[in-house]
Structure formats: structure tokens, C-alpha cells
């Protein structure tokens, strides 16, 4: 019976102190009542290989004590679900954002490669103090919260009237596409404004001379407000996102981050003169003005990524019967609900 | 194509299964136990009456049953081993009685819906 003493010195381990010797002397007694039926039936002392399928069949020593104590939980399940928006939030929506940004400078960016050879994943001693700091403390409050009043709180205050209005994502606030209206246009006015077809401005005693190039960019981005404008005048009319609608503020996404790493990638500051400037001075600014932009558009093709990312996921769950709605009216929904104002659901140029 | 009923026996058919049997289990333990049984023959007769249960179920069970006041026990030996035996409180008495309205309530019930 060796085997069976060894069976339930494993069980004992993992019991209650308090309770060991009780719960073991009863599940002795209850295992060797099965050996000697079993005998009885066999005619003969049980070898370990017949005492096995027994101890097997009530169950591993740590699942067998597990059933004698309490069901416990670090987080409960009131409040878990809670919990687990947080972690997922704090993962893809800054974790993940920082890991992708470490991973877009280290695979484009020669310079930050050669500034870190030899401890590049040093690099990343924050991203992983963050991980584990943002997990540790989380944990740690919710725990606490499971343990104080504050879960009965949470759990049985709630209202019905206060839980917030159903998400409706292909709907176009309207507020949203005023203020960008609004910006648009400051936008082009302040072009003729400071008459920006040019190349040379003169600020501040500060003469600027900019690229050839800059007419052109101009030119583009007074194109791109055109079709804003255009845009916005379509949600305006229809506000809820069509495959059509969709996919115009995709390809303006496009263009638009598009220009501006072709801009920030053009050295497009050709000189600077002033009368308090001495030139060696101005040609070191305009150097690294452009070496500064220059190696920022990494970042703008990173953000740029992730607005277009975002559209995409925007055509996609456009329902194909919206496209069939353009003669619902602006001021309300699919469902009949009022049209409400609300924040944009994804970031756009 | 869906499985047909003669042959639906998955690990969802089992898990329902021994959800709707664990929720039975109190109700036949505490009827069982209105003679006094020590868990093994108390195991086996519930066996017999169709209603298996391993050890590592039974025993918490029973102790919980027991700090609930429901069970009382006593260390006695018998056939030369110490044994645990139980038989029900005046309290089981009364919850099992109500227990067993409740579970005819529910059969009756359930009947009804079928």
C-alpha cells in the first residue's frame, strides 16, 4: 500500500492545515475500502499496477485538495469583465502603439540602430517596466476593489436610464464634420491670406526662402481641402458612412499623409537671412531644420498607417445595405433615432 | 450538418449533463443520509440508485454540508478502521423536506413544459 500512502501524503500537502488529518483519515479509509472490494472481487492482494487505476480515477493530489478548499478568484467575476477592458485598452491602444513605434525606428532609422548598437533591446527597459508596472498596479487595485465595499457598489448601483446609448459606428457626427468644415476653410484662408503660392516670406526681420518644390505642395494641398470641403458636404447630406464615403476618406487619407512625408521629407527650407543672422548660422538652422523634419517622417508614415488602418476597418463594416440609405434624411438614423452629436470614432487628417 | 440525437454525445451533452446532475447531488445526499451511512457505503448506495459520485466530489460535499449544519458526524470503528459516519441534523430534516417541495415544484414544472 505504499502506493497509496504516497497517494495521499501528495493529497495532504495541499490541504488546509487545520484539516489535514480529518480529510485524509476519511479518504484513507474510502481508498482502502475500494482496494479490498476490488481484492475481494480478484481473490487476491492488489499489486500497484491494480491500485493504480484507483488512484487514478479519483484524481490528481493537487485537484483531489483543491475540492476541499474555498473557490477563490483575485478578481471576481463582477468585476472581471471591468478588469479586462482595461488590460486590453492599455495593450492595444498604448502598449502595442509603443512596441510598433520601437519596431518602425529600429527597422527604418540607421542612425538610432548605429546611437544603440550592441544594446538595442535596452532600448525597449521601458516598454517593459511599463508592461509589467500597468499589470502589477491594475491587478493589484482590482483585487482590492473585489475586497471592499466598493464591488457591492459597483455591482448592485447601477441605473438603466444611465448606461450609455447603444454605439451606432457608421454614423457620421454631425458636429464632427462642421468643425472640419471649419478648419478646412480657416485652413484655405489663411493660404490666400498669407499669399503661400510663394516661396520667399519675410517674418520678424527674417527672410524665408523656401524650396521650389513648395508651389506644388501648395497647390496639392489646395486640391486636398477642395475635396475635403467636397466631404464634408456629402456627410453633411448623408450622415452615415457608405462604401462610397468610406472610401473617399480613405484614398483623401492617403493623399493627405502621403504629402506631408513628401514634405517633411524635402528639405524644403532653402535659406533664412536676417539682419541680426550671421550666415554660417542660417545655413547650420536650415540644415538641421531639414535634418529634423527629414527624420521625422518616419513618424508621420507610422500615423498615417494608423489612420489608414483605421478606414479600412471602416469599409469593412459599412453594412452593404447603408449604401442603399441615401434617401433616408440627415437628421435621422437607420433605426429612426435622432440624429445625436458625438466625437468622430476614428482619428482623420 | 447537425448531429442527429441518437448519436449526440460531445463534451457540450456531457458538460450539461453533469451540470444538471451536480445541482442533484445535495438533494440525494441529504435524503440518503436519513440512515446513517459512512461515505464509502453511502458512495456505493447512491451508485446503486443511479446516482454515481467519485470521492473527491463527495467528501468536500459532505463536509460542507456538514459546517452548513445540515449533517452531523461522528468518528466510529468499525471492522477494525476508523470510520466517519453520517446522518442528517433535525435541520437537514427540515431543508430536506423543503428541498424535496422545491425539486417535485421543479419536476412538475418542467414536465409541464415538455
Redesign the interface.
Known amino acids: 500500500m505504499a502506493l497509496v500512502d504516497r497517494y495521499l501524503h501528495a493529497v495532504k500537502f495541499w490541504l488546509p492545515r487545520s484539516q489535514k488529518d480529518d480529510i485524509i483519515a476519511e479518504l484513507s479509509e474510502d481508498l482502502h475500502s475500494q482496494i479490498e472490494d476490488r481484492e475481494a472481487e480478484l481473490g487476491h492482494k492488489l499489486t500497484d499496477a491494480e491500485v493504480e487505476p484507483i488512484l487514478k480515477r479519483c484524481g490528481s493530489p493537487m485537484a483531489v485538495a483543491g475540492r476541499y478548499l474555498p473557490q477563490r478568484s483575485l478578481i471576481g467575476p463582477a468585476l472581471f469583465p471591468i478588469y479586462s477592458v482595461i488590460i486590453r485598452s492599455l495593450f492595444f491602444f498604448f502598449l502595442l502603439p509603443w512596441l510598433l513605434l520601437w519596431i518602425g525606428i529600429v527597422t527604418f532609422s540607421p542612425d538610432f540602430r548605429a546611437d544603440h548598437s550592441g544594446a538595442l533591446f535596452a532600448t525597449l527597459e521601458p516598454w517593459w517596466l511599463a508592461c509589467t508596472y500597468s499589470l502589477f498596479f491594475n491587478t493589484l487595485v482590482f483585487a482590492l476593489l473585489d475586497r471592499s465595499q466598493a464591488r457591492s457598489h459597483l455591482v448592485n448601483n447601477w441605473n438603466p436610464r444611465a448606461l450609455p446609448a447603444e454605439r451606432d459606428h457608421n454614423r457620421i457626427s454631425r458636429n464632427a464634420t462642421i468643425f472640419q468644415l471649419t478648419v478646412v476653410v480657416a485652413t484655405l484662408a489663411i493660404l490666400v491670406q498669407v499669399d503661400a503660392f510663394h516661396r520667399v516670406f519675410h517674418f520678424f526681420g527674417l527672410t524665408i526662402t523656401l524650396s521650389h518644390l513648395w508651389p506644388y505642395f501648395i497647390w496639392a494641398m489646395t486640391a486636398l481641402n477642395g475635396a475635403e470641403i467636397a466631404l464634408a458636404c456629402l456627410n453633411l447630406s448623408q450622415p452615415r458612412w457608405t462604401r462610397l464615403s468610406a472610401s473617399l476618406r480613405l484614398g483623401l487619407d492617403l493623399y493627405s499623409w502621403g504629402l506631408i512625408y513628401l514634405l517633411f521629407r524635402a528639405n524644403l527650407l532653402q535659406s533664412l537671412s536676417g539682419n541680426d543672422l550671421p550666415s554660417t548660422q542660417a545655413v547650420k538652422l536650415v540644415n538641421s531644420i531639414n535634418f529634423w523634419t527629414a527624420s521625422s517622417a518616419i513618424w508621420v508614415l507610422v500615423i498615417g498607417a494608423v489612420v489608414v488602418v483605421f478606414d479600412v476597418l471602416r469599409i469593412l463594416r459599412v453594412e452593404p445595405r447603408a449604401s442603399t440609405m441615401s434617401a433616408e434624411t440627415p437628421a435621422e438614423s437607420i433605426d429612426g433615432r435622432r440624429e445625436r452629436d458625438g466625437p468622430r470614432d476614428t482619428p482623420h487628417v | 450538418m447537425p448531429p442527429s440525437t441518437e448519436t449526440f454525445s460531445d463534451d457540450r451533452f456531457e458538460n450539461l449533463r453533469q451540470e444538471l446532475r451536480r445541482g442533484s447531488l445535495p438533494l440525494a445526499v441529504l435524503a440518503e443520509l436519513r440512515t446513517e451511512h459512512?461515505?464509502?457505503t453511502l458512495?456505493k448506495t447512491l451508485a446503486d440508485h443511479g446516482m454515481a459520485i467519485?470521492?473527491?466530489?463527495l467528501?468536500?460535499l459532505l463536509?460542507r454540508l456538514e459546517t452548513q449544519g445540515l449533517l452531523v458526524s461522528q468518528?466510529r470503528e468499525e471492522d477494525k478502521?476508523?470510520?466517519?459516519f453520517y446522518r442528517l441534523s433535525a435541520d437537514g430534516k427540515l431543508i430536506l423536506k423543503q428541498l424535496l417541495i422545491e425539486w417535485k415544484s421543479i419536476h412538475a414544472s418542467l414536465e409541464d413544459i415538455f
Do not use: A, H, I
Request: hydrophobic share 5%.
Open positions: 459512512y461515505g464509502y458512495r467519485d470521492e473527491g466530489t467528501y468536500p463536509r468518528w478502521r476508523n470510520k466517519r
